[in-house]
């Protein structure tokens, strides 16, 4: 059994609940889909737990930490610069910085398994392209993302949770949320998107980190919501002068 997981974004205290949770079952692999890093106050010791993974991939943000961030917003390209400034401490040793950036600067874009794709945004734009569940209404854009998975892609990049499938022979696409499913979703000869969620940042509406459990056997997805000290992790953001509070209180929401 796989564990995906995804969009961190430093949240420390989001990730071991999930790790301690993953324990729970029979995972042999955990798959890291990217943003490890960004918007969060515990960059290097989520970088640090993510290393443990057979696959990590890279996220826009974690791009946005080595390189100059292109198309952000003000609070999050001014967390981005905070990141990076956490990465560079004097703190550290030398050994432990130059050892986190390589790791972020190994990252793949994309990785495939057999019927398998794996990327941070989407088949199309691998590090940048969001598909929101919306988007089952613009056709041209989800058929040239389909055209390019040969059968199912799992993603993360919008924090928000769920399945895209084909709806054939009509030629139209369905999203379904892990509360439609009741957090269970068979994988059938369709294509499919499958938006494992986030960690450390979930947008649907539900505080609680997310993540997927994948039976290779069954093809059956099991979506995981799980509890963490989320008051802690604001907390930490509240007290980190360059991290704005709205990245604390947007956690409450899940939003």
Known sequence: MKAIISDIHSNLEALQAV????????VTEIYCLGDIIGYGPNPRECI?????????????HDQGAMFDPDGFNPPAERAIFWTRSQLESQSESPESREQRWYFLAERPRMHKEENLLFVHGSARNPLNEYVFPEDIYNQ????????????????????????????????????HSPEDVEYQFKLDQ??????????????????????????????????????????????????????DNFLGDRLRDGR
């Open 140 to 175: 041209r854009k989800m058929d040239r993302i389909f055209a390019l998975v040969d059968r199912y892609c799992f993603q993360g990049h919008t924090h928000v949770p769920g399945v895209f499938t084909e709806s054939l022979p009509e030629d139209l696409y369905q999203f």
């Open 19 to 26: 790790l301690e949770d993953i324990r729970k079952y029979e």
């Open 48 to 60: 640090d737990l993510i290393r443990n993974c057979k696959l990590v991939l890279l996220g826009n």
């Open 190 to 243: 369709r294509k499919a998107l499958i938006n494992v969620g986030s960690v450390g940042q979930p947008r649907d509406g539900d505080w609680r980190a997310c993540y997927v459990l994948l039976d290779e056997e069954t093809m059956t997805l099991y979506y995981r919501r799980v509890e963490y000290d989320i008051e802690t992790t604001v907390r930490k953001i509240h007290e980190t002068p360059d991290l």
